[in-house]
């Protein structure tokens, strides 16, 4: 045996064995534990997967195809116009940074070759908190005023971050990069108003499928959520004529894609999600024909399909960690519900500070903060703690510092570091006192 | 001999370029090697700012993109 090499497996086989040996599974705690994150996973896959992720991954999808990221980083280049460069660099993070593994290299692009400090720091911070998967999980989870207020504090503090970092270095100049820097072509071809029309389609869809039933049964909300599948249809229709004849599929192939859908819609009304998932495997099969594969749909289908392939086993993953330590709302995991509540209930400066440590350091994979947080909230986190760790979560973690520091150096990124963490305390400060 | 780099960061699309690039030339029957660029200092000395990018005897010629094989068996060729 060389055991030089076969020590590491051996580690791991007594580890694991150890581990299997003295398994609490007769603890109830465990036992509610596992059985907490089964239901969690299930109420999951029952609400949010097919009528929110699903058109969520189709949005995402489109922006990454149809959104020119050469047309938005016009605005951040190293002749921009200041202001605008700090408003542009704290929003395009919602069209910019659909995928987490972007942020940096963007945030490197801007800070060594474009507008500089402030603005790198600004798109920084709020690029993975306002990405459209992340808005759109967080409002249908979390509420939608904690949705907001995410993105309304991310967009914010943004600004102010980058300020301040530009204020704090103003007399250091960035040692530019060599090369200019070399942008995608911006490629022509549809017009802005379409482009704009097909999202504001898809984006209907989302929002009325999943338009909630309100507390009274009367009023426009109410006559909203009645007619929710009505609109949601009729959304659909104007995105099937814009793909006939802008994505020149032609009227014949969406009418008889169309066909089950509408028959499904017919024959068993009382079921729309079945419906909603015969459009969606249409517009899939429309995407995978022969003449459309290699083309944009084409390119828009695989673009959807790869987020859904990377986010969801995460999601999976993050459901049931979170459903294992801390439960549904109303329920206990493994950890008690006092040790949440008294380490970040309530709207305390040390909750708020704790949160937004917490978050700044832990590494959460892309939208896992989500349900974690549920989670937590559950527990007994107070709001505002909450917030914080939504603004300070996905905007740092230690892997991502690391490589921060190497783009800009110790001093500055402690500087960020630190500036993360004060604008998320007070930002959640100020959420749990008004709400 | 051609030397293609494929930069980015290392998430999946980066690979997915890689793959298409090794098709593209292996079609062409060109004379090359493949290598995997990283690190993100490096990367921005290309003047890359959005990966995955492709560069070949260090010239950018994809940005931001995944081409496909048949793109890059036009660029390359």
């Keep these: 045996m060389d055991w030089k090499a076969e020590w ?3 580690f791991w086989i007594i580890a694991v064995f150890t581990a299997c040996f003295f398994l609490p599974v007769e603890a109830p705690r465990v036992q509610s534990a596992v059985i907490e994150s089964l239901y969690l996973v299930k109420w999951y896959a029952q609400e949010h997967v097919l009528l929110c992720l699903v058109p969520a991954f189709f949005i995402a999808g489109a922006v990454a195809v149809f959104v020119s990221q050469a047309a938005v980083m016009k605005y951040l280049g190293p002749k921009a116009n200041k202001f605008l460069a700090y408003g542009v660099a704290s929003v395009s993070g919602t069209i910019l940074a659909v995928c987490s593994c972007t942020i940096l290299p963007l945030f490197a692009g801007i800070y060594r070759m474009g507008a500089g400090l402030g603005p790198a720091c600004a798109f920084l911070y709020s690029g993975p908190a306002i990405n459209i998967l992340a808005i759109v999980l967080t409002a249908r989870i979390l509420g939608l005023e904690m949705g907001i207020a995410r993105a309304v504090g991310a967009i914010l503090f943004a600004v102010i971050i980058g300020l301040a970092m530009h204020f704090f270095f103003r007399h250091e100049e960035a040692e530019k990069a060599a090369a200019a820097p070399a942008l995608g072509e911006e490629e022509g071809g549809r017009p802005l108003w379409q482009t704009a029309l097909y999202f504001a389609s898809m984006v209907g869809i989302l929002v009325f499928a999943n338009w909630g039933k309100p507390d009274q049964p ?25 793909l006939a004849t802008w994505f020149e599929l032609g009227l014949p192939r969406i009418a008889l894609a169309a066909i089950p859908a509408l028959l499904s819609a017919v024959i068993l009304p009382q079921y729309p999600e079945l419906a909603f998932t015969f459009g969606v495997v249409a517009l899939s099969v429309l995407s995978n024909l022969k003449s459309t594969r290699d083309g944009e749909m084409g390119a828009w289908f695989s673009e959807s399909w790869d987020f859904a392939k990377t986010i969801l086993p995460l999601l999976l993953l993050g459901v049931l960690i979170a459903g294992v330590l801390l439960g549904r709302p109303g329920h206990e995991g493994l950890i008690p519900s006092q040790w949440v509540a008294s380490l970040v209930g309530g709207n305390s400066v040390s909750a708020n500070l704790f949160a937004s440590v917490f978050g700044a350091f832990m590494y959460f994979a892309t939208l896992t903060e989500v349900p974690i947080l549920q989670g937590l909230l559950g527990a007994g986190m107070g709001k505002g703690p909450a917030l914080a760790l939504l603004l300070a979560g996905p905007a740092l973690s230690l892997p991502n510092m690391l490589v921060i520091r190497s783009v800009m150096g110790t001093k500055k990124t402690g500087v960020f570091v630190l500036l993360v963490v004060v604008m998320s305390t007070s930002s959640g400060l100020i959420y749990g006192t008004l709400f | ?17 890689a793959g298409n690039a090794k098709k593209a030339a292996d079609n062409l029957g060109l004379d ?7 690190e993100l200092s490096q990367i921005m000395e290309f003047g890359v700012m959005s990966t995955p990018a492709l560069a070949v005897d260090g010239k950018v010629l994809v940005v931001g993109k995944v081409a496909s094989p048949a793109e890059l068996e036009k660029l390359l060729g």
């Design chain 1, 8 to 10: 590491k497996p051996l």
């Design chain 2, 1 to 17: 001999m051609k030397k293609i780099q494929i930069l980015g960061t290392g998430c999946p699309k980066c690979e997915k370029l």
């Design chain 1, 218 to 242: 009367t009023g426009l909300w109410h006559a909203l959520y009645a007619a929710k599948w009505w609109i949601t249809g009729g959304f659909s229709l104007a995105l099937g004529l814009m």
């Design chain 2, 32 to 38: 090359y090697e493949i290598e995997k660029v990283t």
